[in-house]
């Protein structure tokens, strides 16, 4: 794990040696559907455990078959992971895996292609989001636009505890989504070179959706 300094403070690289391996995996582009959707799903279960390392515990006491045993269980904080489509929705079983309590909302974007601006077209939210910790997933945070847009809609209906968890950024995204929203932390396995003029990280693995769902 690899925390950035001064105005990235937030923005955390986790750069587990299992991560890593599966991420060469994905981004290789002889990588198909099926086995692009399971690494996925993999690294954002991987992603989770760390995402999740601050969650609160409190004690409680457990009869084991020798003694009383006073363990540690997590103090009850209420969860929502929040895909933004709809590559987004690759990350949320891994980490329901671990969390399976969670509740999921949705949040559809897309990209106008020539102005590369969000546009919001779908949004469903657990009714109770305002109590809950938030992770938004979305495996690419590349203009960071569409990240940016879906927090502010996610803040606007009252959610205050925000994490944004992706898989492959952009530096360019990293800054958008730390000024927007400098609140918010960012969990990424890798920060890229750059866009290209398409608006897609380099290197990167190309478009996440497509990839995920065999649509290309
Ligand atoms: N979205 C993707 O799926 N890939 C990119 O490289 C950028 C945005």
């Known amino acids: 794990m690899n925390t950035r300094e001064n105005e990235m403070s937030r923005v955390t690289e986790i750069k587990h040696p299992l991560i890593l391996h599966k991420l060469a995996i994905i981004r290789d582009k002889n990588t198909g559907s099926k086995d ?7 690294i954002a279960t991987l992603m989770a455990y760390e995402v999740t390392r601050d969650m609160a515990v409190e004690d409680v006491q457990v009869e084991t078959p020798v003694a009383v045993a006073t363990c540690k269980m997590l103090a009850g904080k209420k969860l929502a992971i929040v895909p933004i489509l709809r590559a987004g929705m690759g990350m949320v079983d891994g980490i329901l895996k671990l969390i399976p309590a969670a509740k999921v909302g949705h949040i559809g974007l897309y990209r106008n292609e ?3 601006q ?3 077209y779908f949004c469903k939210l657990p009714k109770d989001i305002e109590e809950r910790e938030v992770i938004v997933v979305d495996p690419m945070l590349a203009t960071g636009g569409s990240a940016a847009d879906a927090i502010t809609l996610l803040k606007r209906r009252g959610a205050t505890n925000i994490k944004f968890v992706g898989l492959v950024a952009a530096p360019e995204g990293v800054a958008h989504l730390t000024n927007a929203h400098p609140d918010v932390d960012i969990y990424v396995a890798a920060i890229d070179e750059k866009l290209n003029e398409k608006g897609y990280i380099v290197p990167g693995l190309g478009d996440a959706g497509d990839r995920l769902f065999g649509t290309k």
């Open 36 to 42: 692009f959707r399971e690494l996925l799903e993999e």
């Open 114 to 116: 020539e102005t590369l």
């Open 118 to 120: 969000p546009v919001e």
